[in-house]
Each structure stands twice: as C-alpha cells, then as structure tokens.
C-alpha cells in the first residue's frame, strides 16, 4: 500500500504549503482587519472612460 | 501615493463567459442524449462513437472542466482584476488560457468519442492532452500570481485565497493522478495498479469535487453574492475560518469513494472521518453565504440573480450534508453503485454549480454591457425552469436508487435471493430514469432561455473593453533597515514564497515517488494470481476503451446478496496487474468481477452482437461491429514491455513471441464458438479479445466449478 503512503505524503505536504501560507497571511497583518475588506470589495469607483477607449 | 490610472480587462472576461454558456449548452445536451440512452438504448444509433460507455466521460468532462472551467475563469478573471486592483499582469497569457482550455475541450470533445480513455473518472483524457491541460493550468496559475504581485491592495480577499488553494491543489492532484506510461500517441498505463491506482484516482477524484467544483466557486460566491446584494459578507471571520478549516479538511476525504472495496479498513475510516469532518467548515461557509442575505429578503423576491444564488448555496448546503452522510459506511453500502450517487452529484453539479454561473452571468454580462438585463420575466421564467429541473432530476434517482438497492439485497425465506436476474432490478427503476431525463430537458430549455436573454441584453448594449479604474500604488510594506537573515525578503512575498512552496512540494513528491516505483518487492502477490495472456491484455484494451467501466464495476463487496449473486468477495491480491484499476463507480448492469466462466463463450459472443438476444430487455447498447473490428497486434510487444516496466512480471524476450500465444488463444475460442454452432468469426478481432478478457476475469482465485451450476 505504498501509495496511501505517498499520498499521505504529498497530503502532508500540501498541507504545509497552506501552513505557511496561513502564518504568513497571520504574520503580515491580513487577518487583523476582519471587517473593513468585506465593505471595500462592495466600492468600485466609477472612473470616466476616455473617449475611444 | 501617487494616484494611478489603469484599465481593467473585459474582453477576456467576455471570451470566457461566452465559451461558458457554449460549453454548457453543449455539456448539458450530451448529458441528455446519455439519460435518454439509458431508457431508449437504440438511440445510441449502433455505431461506437456513440454509446454510453464513450458518451458519458464526455458529459462529464464538458459540464466539469468546459462549463464549470470556463465559468471558474471568468469570475477568477473578473473578480481578481477588481479585488486587487489591477489589470492582469499579462493579457498574452490571458488568452494563451483562453485559447489553451478551448484547445483542449476540443481535443477532449474528438477524443472521448474515439475511444481514446485512461478510464480513470474525470481523468479520462490520455497523455498528451494531459500535458497540455498541465501547461494551461500553469500558464493561468502564473498569470494569476504575478497579478497578485503587481496589486495595489495590499489585503487579499478571502476569495483569493480560495483561488489560490485551486490553482495549487489542482495542479498537484492532475500531475500525481496522471502519472502514466505511454505506449503510443494516445494510449498509455497508470503507473499505479489495482488497489493503488483506485486510492490515487478517488484521491484525485474526490478532491476534483473539492477544488475545481468547490473551492473556486466559494471564491466566486464570496465576490458575488455581496456585489449582487450590495452588501457586505455577514462575517469576514467566518469566511477565513471557513476557507483555512475546509482546505486542510478536504484533501484527507478521498477514500470514502473505496468503502467496503478491498481497500485496507485502516484507510476506509480515515476517509470517513475527515468527511464527517467536513460538514463544520462547509455548513459555515453556506450559512455565511446565506445570511448575507439577511434584511435583504426583498431583494432576493425582485432580482432573479439572487433568486440562483439563494438556491446555490441551498443546495451547496444540501449536498455538503448529504456527502457526510454517504461517507457512513451503512448508508455508502446503499449509495455506491446506486443512483444515489448521481443524484447527489446533480445537486451539486446542477443547484451549486450551475446556479452560481447563472447567477454570475445575470449580474455580470450587463455590467460589462452597460446596460440592463433584457428581460427580468426571462430570468425568472430561467429560474423556475431550472429549479423544477433540479428536483425532476433528483427526487426520480433517489426513489430508483432505494429500489434497486432493496430489490439486490432482498432474500426470500428459503435463504434464495429474490431478484436473482440483476436486469430484473433495472428494468424496474426504467420509469424513473424517464423523469430523470425529464428533469435534464427541463433544466436545458432553462439554459435556452438564459442565453436568448443574454443575448438580446448584448444586442442592446454597448461592450466596455478596457475599463478605467483608479487606485494609489501599493507602499512597500518594510523599509530596509540594512542587513538581515536571507529569509526575511521572502516572508514578506507571499508569492514567491508560494511557488518556492509547490516547488518543494513537487521534489518532495519525486523523492517519494521514485523508490517506489524503482521497487518491485512492494507488490504484494496472491500466489495464482497470474499477468493478463497478450489477448487477454489487449480485451482488457477494448474493455477501456469502449468504457465498460462506466456501467460495471469489476468489485464485489463483502456482502451476503453480493457474494450470493456475483461469487467470492473481491481481494486486494487479485489486481496487481491491473494498469489502470477498472472498479467501477456506478452499476447499471451487474458488476462482472467474477465473471470469468460463468457463461460459454458464446453467450457473449452473442449478448455482444446484440445483448436482447441473451437478455431480454436490456439497455445494454449494441456491440455488433467487435466482431468485424481487427486488434492491432504489432501493439502487443509495447503493451508487454510497458507492464513489465510497471513491474509486471512477463519473462524477458516474451514480448517477441507474444503474438505466438494471441493467435492460439484467439483459436481456442474460435474453436469453442464454432461447436456452439457460431462459424465464419474472424479471430483477430476486438469480440475475440474482449471474450478472453471476459472469461479471464475473477478467475485467480475462483474454486473450481464454484458457480458453473447458476
């Protein structure tokens, strides 16, 4: 069953890349705001386009 | 901050969206065509390149990765432009991806007709296309990444995350799962066999539900639903916690595909486990998705957009509760091989997927126009359409699937199996599948009518390619400060430190991988289980290729009715040779494990030349043209070398006089179908082999004469 092992392995893995991901998104403050990002999205400012665009 | 002007891309959000609606349309209608087969088997038309086994992969592959793929790109597209504020960073690999994933679905759309499988579910396209779909899914993985980079808001959206987890996994799963010798353009082996190669494929296949069908569709819902209502997410929190608990969940769940198989019960219940998990983060992100709505109810009554939305998360709430259940082994021995599975995967696929693209394509196409939507009485009469469709489809599944299932495990007083006729069991649910195709037709014109819509509100707009936006650059988050360890830079790109990631990833996945497959002793031998004969091999070919597998398992289960009906339970040991594993998912005819000897020869020549000779009744599609069709033979030394590299063991220099052994077994047979009165059949044909497959089968192990009387 060699192959549960290997994917185990590569899950593992997987896994650890997230890890990372998480404590870096901890790390540089992108969790520490849980209210204003949802209510930015919402804001997409209406910019003129320039004719012929 | 200087104030920096910049234009989104649209066009590349319209190309997808329009490939979208086509590749749905199309999807949608091969997927009716299969459900009417199933009920008028004729339809099929007696040609090859139409029956079920070749037409169903190809409704998969259409509505997963054509439809649902398009659909991914055009919210990814979309959205991540606006959230990050900043056009992609390249519009050449824009529509490289564009022009890539087209390629390939109509790589697909030649080639699954043709015959040209793996037979592995979801994974069927062969080798080349493989590759392509490899360098595609880089090429947006890179795109998306250095967009990511260049951005002028600092903060990632919960939805990217969501992205970013789809474009990682996806790409591990795909490369592990398509691990394959090829022996010539278009055909090749799984390097994993029988018990391995079924793990690899439900770990592939399962999380292909969780991160092509899932994951991008909760970024897309993060985006949409607050856009659409015009409000903000009910709680940001819950969002990341949703988005972290369900990625390091999800890819544990696979091997609740494989109860009661012959994978070790060890596995079975870590699948079970972290499926039953699974049910906190989903449930979260549906009840985050749908409280957004709350106080906004009327909303919902007056824009049909929400009205889909509303109803895709609904069934996304149904179908992630629903998943945990089957993933209880006493209720997954009702489910698997029923139609309970296809019934839960069409809440997902019909209600979450399908919906949310609907929902999507309402708020977005008029956007992109400038304009209003055409007509809101369409969209709803769309609504309707589709929602009725949805429980037309599922309701006549679930009550087919029960019946069945009670029919197959039902014993008489005497200790006799009822319905010992497996076709007894079909013919019974015919009716529901019917209704199914029913729901299908209605859930189509639902479609039909959304893309008259759309197209009367393109008609009456006026098509914005490149829209202006406006937004300060980004600061650099840290200011040098003068020398520092060498992996401080990059913690501060989470970029770079994302692809670094994948890449020691993808080393540590070799260095795992190589000794494994360099290490003939790790194949676990029964003593009389004995490779495949050359015919044998190449039946085994025409078995694939004509996708057998999609209506018969090859797994018995240690049930009573199962070994009552089909013979001994089926045993890891017995499928060591098997390049690719050939389980089976679904049984819309018997499963044919044991098989092997159970009728003559000529039973199947003729049940292949039309199966209602031998069966009354069946829906088994017609076969007729085997008997006609010639076996390459000069193949037959590849195939041979191919297994013996993937550890097969055949004596060195067999392969040379291999051929010696086809033409006598194809005798033997010819011979045994000549006494039962069939004459004049050609040896060196596709029935030939595929009868020698047949009676191969289940054999190993079988004791003698142990099912010859039934």
Not at chain 2, 147 to 158: A, D, G, N, S
Not at chain 2, 424 to 434: D, G, K, N, S
Not at chain 2, 462 to 482: I, M, R, S, T, W
Request: charged share 15%; hydrophobic share 45%.
């Amino acid at each position: 069953m060699e192959a549960l092992f290997l994917l185990i392995a590569i899950s593992l893995v997987v896994a650890l890349a997230f890890l990372a991901g998480f404590l870096w998104a901890v790390k540089s403050k992108q969790f520490d705001d849980d209210y204003t990002p949802s209510v930015r999205m919402l804001f997409d400012d209406e910019t003129k386009n320039e004719p012929g665009k | 901050m200087k104030i920096e002007k910049f234009y989104y891309d649209n066009q590349i959000v319209k190309m997808f969206a329009y490939a979208t609606l086509l590749w749905g349309l199309v999807g949608m209608l091969v997927g009716l065509y299969a459900a009417l087969q199933l009920v008028y088997p004729s339809l099929s038309g007696g040609i090859p390149y139409t029956t079920f086994g070749r037409i169903r992969p190809l409704h998969t592959n259409a509505v997963i990765f054509a439809f649902v793929g398009n659909g991914i790109f055009t919210g990814v597209y979309y959205s991540l432009q606006r959230l990050l504020k900043t056009r992609m960073w390249s519009d050449m690999l824009s529509k490289i991806n564009f022009w890539g994933w087209q390629l390939i679905i109509v790589a697909a759309a030649i080639t699954l007709p043709l015959g040209f499988t793996t037979s592995k579910e979801y994974a069927e396209l062969e080798w080349p296309i493989d590759i392509a779909i490899a360098i595609v899914w880089v090429v947006f993985g890179l795109n998306m990444m250095m967009t990511i980079v260049k951005r002028r808001e600092r903060h990632l959206y919960v939805a990217i995350w969501f992205y970013i987890a789809t474009f990682v996994t996806v790409a591990v799963l795909h490369i592990v799962n398509s691990f394959e010798l090829p022996i010539s353009f278009m055909k090749s082996y799984s390097w994993y066999a029988g018990v391995q190669d079924a793990l690899v494929q439900w770990w592939y296949g399962h999380n292909a539900v969780a991160f092509f069908l899932t994951t991008p569709y909760l970024g897309l819902m993060y985006y949409f639903i607050p856009k659409a209502a015009n409000r903000p997410i009910y709680s940001y929190r819950l969002s990341i916690i949703h988005f972290w608990a369900l990625i390091f969940l999800y890819i544990w769940a696979g091997p609740h595909h494989l109860l009661y198989t012959s994978l070790p019960d060890w596995a079975q219940s870590l699948g079970t486990v972290f499926s039953l998990m699974l049910i906190a983060p989903s449930w979260g992100g549906m009840l985050n998705g749908l409280l957004t709505l709350r106080g906004a109810w009327d909303k919902v009554r007056e824009e049909p957009m929400l009205k889909f939305m509303v109803v895709a998360v609904t069934a996304y709430g149904m179908s992630t509760f629903e998943g945990p259940m089957l993933s209880i082994k006493s209720i997954n021995a009702i489910s698997h091989y029923t139609d309970w599975t296809i019934a839960h995967v069409h809440i997902g696929g019909l209600g979450w997927n399908g919906f949310l693209t609907f929902g999507m394509m309402y708020w977005l196409i008029p956007k992109i126009f400038r304009t209003k939507l055409y007509s809101l009485k369409l969209a709803n009469v769309h609504f309707w359409l589709g929602t009725l469709g949805i429980v037309f489809y599922a309701l006549p599944l679930y009550w087919a699937a029960f019946t069945q299932w009670a029919m197959w495990q039902e014993f008489s007083r005497d200790g006799f199996l009822v319905y010992p006729n497996f076709l007894e069991t079909v013919t019974q649910i015919l009716p529901m599948y019917l209704l199914r195709a029913v729901g299908g037709l209605l859930y189509l014109s639902g479609a039909i009518v959304m893309i008259y819509n759309l197209r009367q509100t393109v008609k009456s707009g006026n098509f914005l390619k490149d829209e202006a936006a406006e937004a300060a650059g980004l600061e650099p988050a840290y200011v040098y400060h003068g020398k520092e360890h060498w992996h401080r830079p990059l913690e501060r790109r989470p970029v770079q430190l994302m692809v670094i990631s994948l890449v020691v990833i993808l080393i540590g996945g070799i260095v795992e991988m190589v000794p494994t497959f360099l290490v003939k002793s790790n194949i676990p031998t029964i003593a009389s289980v004995k490779p495949y004969t050359p015919l044998e091999l190449h039946g085994r070919d025409v078995y694939i290729s004509e996708g057998c597998n999609n209506c018969h398992s090859q797994m018995v289960r240690p049930f009573r009715h199962e070994t009552e009906r089909y013979g001994e339970y089926s045993k890891s040991g017995e499928f060591v040779y098997d390049h690719p594993f050939l389980w089976g998912s679904k049984r819309t005819g018997p499963d044919l494990h044991r098989v092997g000897g159970k009728y003559p020869d000529s039973w199947h020549y003729n049940h292949m030349i039309e199966p209602e000779r031998m069966a009354p009744g069946s829906i088994m599609p017609v076969y007729a043209w085997m008997a006609k069709t010639e076996i390459d033979t000069t193949t037959t030394a590849a195939k041979i070398n191919a297994m013996r590299t993937l550890g097969v063991p055949y004596e060195d220099g067999y392969e040379l006089v291999a051929n010696v052994d086809v033409v006598a077994q194809q005798q033997t047979i010819v011979n045994s179908l000549n006494k039962d009165g069939i004459k004049n059949v050609a040896p060196n044909t596709e029935m030939i082999a595929l009868i020698a497959y047949l009676q191969r089968l289940g054999t190993d192990i079988k004791l003698q004469n142990q099912t010859a009387e039934k």
